[in-house]
Nanobody, 128 residues
Framework: QVQLVESGGGLVQPGGSLRLSCTAS????????IGWFRQAPGKEREGVSCIRSSDGRTYYADSVKGRFTISEDNAKNTVYLQMNSLKPEDTAVYYC?????????????????????WGQGTQVTVSS
């Protein structure tokens, strides 16, 4: 069984920071990418960031560039999303997702259909 578990969400003031973690277990095939998505109330799910396993290449939504950083710790089988300078519009449920399929050509990083496994989500609330 493949399982992704997110942690690190919570309530933070504008300008504050949080670090989200996504720990994976039960993989029987190598994954090709780990992505972070978020969904705010009344809005569609949107891609936030992605890291490619083969070379560590990263991708970010324009709205979070310069503020968020994705990284991985292979020894712990964990991917992190460091979120700095948080804004109220960052409030959402954040999900991590893993892609285990190889596509040629590769799809956009924020194409949710390319991801095979999803975590349960963790709530991030940015408010005074």
């Amino acid at each position: 069984q493949v399982q992704l578990v997110e942690s690190g969400g919570g309530l933070v003031q504008p300008g504050g920071s949080l670090r989200l973690s996504c720990t994976a277990s039960g993989f029987t095939l190598d994954y090709y990418a780990i992505g972070w998505f978020r969904q705010a109330p009344g809005k569609e799910r949107e891609g936030v960031s992605c890291i490619r396993s083969s070379d560590g290449r990263t991708y970010y939504a324009d709205s979070v560039k310069g503020r968020f950083t994705i990284s991985e710790d292979n020894a712990k089988n964990t991917v992190y999303l460091q979120m700095n300078s948080l804004k109220p519009e960052d409030t959402a449920v954040y999900y991590c997702a893993a892609s285990i399929q190889r596509y040629s050509p590769p799809p956009p990083y924020d194409y949710a259909g390319a991801y095979d496994y999803w975590g349960q989500g963790t709530q991030v609330t940015v408010s005074s």
